[in-house]
C-alpha cells in the first residue's frame, strides 16, 4: 500500500511566524504535490515537485516556497504566516505525471 | 483548463439506499479519479478510472470518455460512507482539477 504522511495534523501558528509542513512518500514516487482546500474554492494546487530539487509553481504559490532535498520528503514553507494562510493543507504522491496520486491524511493549520 | 461538474451537490439517503454520483468533464478525460473524503479529511482513493468499468466491493464506477462523464455507484450504502465524493481529472504539472464534491448523508 501506499502510505503518504504529513509531520501534523493540527497546527496554529501565529502572524508572521515560518512554518514548515513536512510529507513523506514510501513508494520512491516520482511526483509530488502540495494543495491546500478552502470551503467554497475545492483543492487548488500550490506546488509541484517532479523529481530531487526540481519544482515548478502551481495555480497560487504566492506566499509559499517547497524544498525537495530528497525523493521521499517534500516540503511546503510559508515563510511569513499570515490570516489567509488558514487553511487544510494536503500533500499527494504519484508514480509518474498523469498517474493516479494518493494523499496523505492533511494538515490543518490556523494562524492567529 | 479542463472544467468538471458534479452532481448532485448534495444527497442524503436511508442506510440501504443505493445511489449514482455523477461527473460531467468539458474536455477530453484521460486520467479520472474517484476519491472520499472522511470527516478527518483526508481524501481516500476509490477508483482510479480513466476509461471502463470497475467494482471493489459495494462501490463500483464507470467512464465513458468519448462522452466526457463517470459514474460512481454506491450500493446498500452503510453511514460510513458519509462523506464528501470528489472526481478529478489530470496529475500532471498542473495537478488534478477537482469537482466540488458530492456531500452525502447517510441516516441510520
Known amino acids: 500500500d501506499v502510505k503518504v504522511t504529513q509531520s501534523s495534523r493540527y497546527l496554529v501558528k501565529r502572524t508572521g511566524e515560518k512554518v514548515f509542513l513536512e510529507c513523506v512518500q514510501d513508494m520512491d514516487h516520482e511526483n509530488m504535490f502540495w494543495y491546500r482546500q478552502d470551503p467554497g474554492l475545492g483543492l487548488r494546487l500550490i506546488y509541484f515537485s517532479y523529481d530531487v530539487k526540481m519544482k515548478e509553481k502551481g495555480d497560487i504559490p504566492e506566499g509559499y516556497s517547497v524544498s525537495r532535498e530528497k525523493k521521499e520528503r517534500f516540503s511546503l514553507i510559508l515563510e511569513s504566516a499570515s490570516t489567509n494562510q488558514t487553511s487544510m493543507y494536503l500533500c499527494a504522491s504519484s508514480m509518474s505525471q498523469g498517474r493516479e496520486q494518493y494523499f496523505g491524511p492533511g494538515t490543518r493549520l490556523t494562524v492567529t | 483548463g479542463i472544467q468538471v461538474e458534479q452532481s448532485p451537490p448534495d444527497l442524503i439517503l436511508q442506510e440501504g439506499a443505493n445511489s449514482t454520483l455523477r461527473c460531467n468533464f468539458s474536455?477530453?478525460?484521460?486520467?479520472l479519479q474517484w476519491f472520499h473524503q472522511n470527516p478527518w479529511g483526508q481524501l481516500i482513493n476509490l477508483f482510479y478510472i480513466p476509461s471502463g468499468t470497475k467494482q471493489n466491493g459495494r462501490l463500483s464506477a464507470t467512464t465513458v470518455a468519448t462522452e466526457r462523464y463517470s459514474l460512481l455507484y454506491i450500493s446498500s450504502s452503510q453511514t460510513t460512507d458519509s462523506g464528501v465524493y470528489f472526481c478529478a481529472e489530470g496529475g500532471g504539472a498542473d495537478g488534478l482539477t477537482f469537482g466540488k464534491g458530492t456531500h452525502l448523508i447517510i441516516q441510520p
Open positions: 474536455d477530453s478525460v484521460n486520467n
